[in-house]
């Protein structure tokens, strides 16, 4: 099905595990987004990338490491989780990240992670 | 530091009546949008304002924007139960690069019968 689906649904991992989270979207959007949201402080960005191999730090990019070898994929990656980054995490894409951008971001359905 | 402050956070409303959301922001941008989420759910897109003065209108929801006081503004006109949910503000800021939203902290919204 067209759109953007993101996996697992839940995941639950220990302290210091490196987990992989998946974010992929069948619209060819140049751009895609991660945002953590947190009870307090609504989303915050994490990375975004404007295209395949082009990537850059959001807000809060420390602990995460992404790759965008596809236009179609972005996967997140926690390189060593920590309980701070229990949250739940969306991806984002969008047609365009300039002006021109009229329809705004489309989201995934997210990720709920816990880290115990 | 680019700030976006929602106010209320937490709102409870009886059906049928009016209240306004606010969401002010710190720096200059002429790009704002308006996002639902239900518990449990993604962010639903609600609105897109793209000027100064850019009013729109779905159902009992109303959305403007005011980008010389940095501030929009949702208006709920005769809440109804199904309006219940969170409602974020986000705004694009370096609009020319690669932009980015940065989120309100959410109003999360009861309406009551």
């Known amino acids: 099905d067209a759109g953007i689906t993101q996996s697992p649904r839940y995941k639950i991992t220990e302290t210091g595990r490196q987990v992989t989270l998946m974010c992929h979207q069948t619209w060819s959007h140049s751009y895609m987004f991660w945002y953590r949201q947190d009870l307090g402080h609504g989303l915050r960005l994490i990375y975004y990338?404007?295209?395949?191999?082009?990537?850059d730090k959001g807000e809060v990019p420390d602990g995460y490491v992404v790759s965008r070898s596809k236009t179609e994929n972005f996967p997140l990656t926690l390189e060593s989780a920590t309980r701070s980054q229990t949250s739940v995490y969306f991806c984002?894409?969008?047609?365009?990240?300039?002006?021109?951008?009229?329809?705004?971001?489309?989201f995934g359905s997210g990720t709920r992670l816990t880290v115990v | 530091e680019l700030k976006v402050e929602q106010n209320p956070l937490f709102l409870s409303m009886q059906e049928g009546k009016n209240y306004t959301i606010y969401c002010n922001y710190s720096?200059?941008?002429?790009?704002l949008y308006w996002y639902r989420q239900d518990p449990g759910k993604s962010l639903e897109s609600l609105f897109v304002l793209l000027s100064n003065g850019a009013v729109k209108q779905e159902g009992r929801l109303m959305a403007s924007l005011d980008t010389k006081a940095r501030l929009s503004t949702l208006h709920i006109t005769a809440a109804v139960h199904d309006l219940s949910a969170t409602y974020f503000c986000a705004v694009e800021f370096e609009p020319g690069a690669a932009s980015k939203l940065t989120f309100g902290t959410g109003t999360r919204l009861q309406v009551t019968l």
């Open positions: 990338s404007a295209a395949a191999d082009i990537t």
């Open positions: 984002a894409s969008s047609e365009s990240g300039h002006r021109a951008n009229f329809y705004g971001y489309t």
């Open positions: 720096t200059t941008s002429d790009r």
